[in-house]
């Protein structure tokens, strides 16, 4: 059973602070990896995708991949009362044909405390 | 209408109904998804057309039924639900490459009675 883990929260940091966002998969040839954000009662919008290794920054967002300790990380700087909801990480079930299959973590609750 | 939407935004059905779900994608992608959220569990990946055709059926209950008739629009048929089928039902689009992003509806809050 191929597996997304995430820590559920909440994690509560204070606005303007750095937020850490982490999570671990299973699936070892899983090449993509999504940061979605998911505000209560709305469906999930794409924050971040990486592909390689290394650091991907995009504004106040910057997404780590390290596929040799399986593992992937959002970090939020300066974080604000509204980017306060459910960040959810996804995986590509591997070498996929035409489609991307995803699977899902639960989600980590961010609240970020003005 | 711009992206991923669907209709109807809230439902409530009892056990003998037939309802379906519709789902339309205004991207130009090629690939269409159902998925199901429910409390404190992850998204679970329902169903996956590509091109018109299903290439996925993740174990799911044959009261639940898809249909593509197009890559721009995607349907879920339901009949003789469960209370337990009470969720948030999600649909989703991508160009259907592995690495392409996938784009999500707003989504059909779901009440089984």
């Known amino acids: 059973q191929k597996e997304v883990e995430q820590n559920s929260g909440p994690l509560s940091v204070p606005e303007g602070a750095i937020a850490s966002l982490n999570c671990t998969y299973s699936?070892?040839?899983?090449?993509?990896f999504f940061w979605y954000r998911q505000y209560s009662g709305k469906s999930p919008e794409l924050i971040m995708s990486i592909y390689s290794n290394g650091d991907k920054e995009d504004g106040r967002f910057t997404a780590q991949l390290n596929k040799a300790s399986q593992y992937v990380s959002l970090l939020i700087r300066d974080s604000q009362p509204s980017d306060s909801a459910t960040y959810l990480c996804a995986v590509n079930e591997g070498y996929g044909g035409a489609t991307n299959k995803l699977i899902f973590g639960t989600g980590t609750l961010l609240a970020v405390q003005p | 209408e711009t992206g991923v939407t669907q209709t109807p935004r809230h439902l409530v059905m009892g056990m003998t109904n037939k309802k379906s779900l519709k789902c339309e994608q205004h991207?130009?992608?090629?690939?269409m998804y159902w998925y199901k959220q429910s409390a404190k569990k992850p998204l679970e990946l329902m169903f996956v057309y590509n091109f018109k055709e299903q290439t996925e059926n993740n174990s799911v209950p044959s009261r639940f039924s898809p249909e593509c008739p197009n890559s721009s629009h995607l349907f879920l048929h339901l009949h003789t639900l469960q209370p337990e089928d009470s969720a948030l039902y999600l649909c989703?689009?991508?160009?259907?490459?592995?690495?392409?992003?996938?784009?999500f509806g707003p989504g059909t809050r779901l009440t089984v009675l």
């Open positions: 989703a689009s991508s160009q259907g490459d592995q690495a392409d992003t996938q784009y």
């Open positions: 991207l130009g992608h090629n690939a």
């Open positions: 699936d070892r040839v899983s090449q993509s």
